[in-house]
């Protein structure tokens, strides 16, 4: 569990210096959600302008999303104590842009990058995110239902 947490520590650095390094393979299996988290007023300015994008387009020419198992560790590597949050349901298929599955930290783990805005009618869920009292976040129900295929 230790090395999992310094690969998620690594990330960190990584997507907050920039530094990308594209993995070539496919992912073993392809997902139909993937999440994406963000600030609710983001994703409010986001359904008024009709598409939603994220700072790290204009940065790094992605959005950075992940996979429901990611989802908790990245939220409390990036975001712990943070109110406020919205984690975006996006069906992949449904999305107008690119997804590459890429690496950013030179480990095995692929995630999700959007390569371009994300149409509104790709997001099928909007979910509240917000931190437990202790500042680090757990995987909403909702979601844990949905990546079991229930919801």
């Known amino acids: ?11 960190a650095v990584a997507l907050l210096s920039g ?9 073993e299996k392809t997902r139909a959600m993937i ?9 409010e300015a986001a359904v008024s302008a009709g598409e939603y994008s994220a700072a790290s387009l204009h ?8 996979t429901p198992d ?10 712990a104590g943070q109110n406020g949050l919205v984690l975006l349901c996006i069906d992949e ?12 930290e030179g480990g095995d783990e692929l995630f999700p990058h959007v ?24 995987l909403p129900i909702a979601i844990q239902k949905k990546s079991n295929g229930i919801g």
């Not at 999440?35 to 994703?43: A, G, N, P, V």
């Not at 940065?59 to 992940?66: E, K, R, S, V």
Request: charged share 30%; net charge negative.
């Open 19 to 27: 530094c990308a390094r594209q993995q070539s393979d496919p992912p």
């Open 93 to 104: 298929e449904r999305l107008d842009a690119e997804v590459r599955y890429e690496n950013l």
């Open 70 to 79: 990611q989802a908790v560790s990245i939220a409390n590597a990036l975001f």
């Open 59 to 66: 940065d790094q020419g992605f959005i950075h999303c992940t």
């Open 115 to 138: 390569y371009g805005n994300i149409n509104l009618n790709a997001v099928t869920d909007v979910i509240e995110f917000e931190p437990e009292t202790d500042g680090r976040f757990r």
């Open 35 to 43: 999440l994406h988290i963000t600030k609710r007023t983001e994703w």
């Open 1 to 11: 569990m230790e090395s999992r947490k310094h690969r998620f520590l690594l990330l």
